[in-house]
């Protein structure tokens, strides 16, 4: 529903300042919006750059496992995989980009619990290695695409109120002010008319 307005002069500058207001706040948003999307496309571009590197870890992962089963039996890898444990840590933190938290995330191992030697060959080293650097890889997708995430989101509500302002509030302010603008000037009008006829009235008493 439409928002009655008042015909005053005092109306007239509360409206005007709001549309003051209303533009400045576009601009900004348009900017902040137009930043954010630059940003975005930039942590695209490192996006492709590590899923192309977690692609690479991965099929080397899945060599090292091959290459693991040609020289021990199933039983002997699960058993292995048993005895070899690594305490990691992941410490995260957020920076403030233009009102988006942007995590980082930095993964280190704490304790490494070496498996036995004597009955293993340097395929097991191979393939404990790799999927160390895979698991330090796949933080760093998970990393990137939770600040992809967000930043779509923040940019998809800032694009929402740029476009409300734009399409919604402005023009009906500006409807507003151009109603409150005639209105005046017809009691202006009117006004005249009847300043006239009470001055003709009081020379016709005169004479």
């Known amino acids: 529903m439409e928002e009655r307005v008042i015909p005053t002069r005092m109306e007239l500058l509360r409206i005007k300042g709001r549309i003051r207001l209303a533009s400045k706040g576009h601009s900004l ?75 980082k995330i930095t993964f280190s191992i704490k304790r490494e619990q070496q498996y036995p030697l004597l009955f293993t060959s340097s395929s097991i080293d191979y393939l404990i290695a790799t999927y160390k650097g895979l698991l330090r890889v796949l933080v760093e997708v998970a990393e990137i695409e939770t600040t992809i995430k967000r930043l779509l989101k923040e940019i998809e509500k800032t694009k929402r109120r740029v476009n409300a302002l734009e399409y919604i509030v402005i023009p009906r302010l500006t409807h507003q002010l151009k109603e409150v603008k005639q209105r005046l000037e017809e009691m202006e009008r009117d006004m005249f008319v009847s300043l006239k006829v009470v001055k003709r009235n009081l020379e016709k008493r005169k004479s």
């Not at 940003?39 to 996006?47: H, I, P």
């Not at 021990?72 to 920076?95: A, F, M, N, P, W």
Request: charged share 30%.
């Open 29 to 103: 948003l348009k900017r902040k919006r137009d930043a954010l999307i630059m940003e975005f496309f930039k942590v695209l571009k490192e996006a492709r750059d590590i899923r192309q590197r977690a692609n690479e870890m991965l099929s080397k992962a899945f060599t090292a496992l091959y290459y693991a089963t040609v020289t021990h039996t199933q039983i002997e890898i699960e058993s292995i995989s048993g005895l070899t444990r690594i305490d990691y840590e992941l410490d995260v933190k957020e920076s403030n980009v233009m009102g988006v938290k942007i995590p």
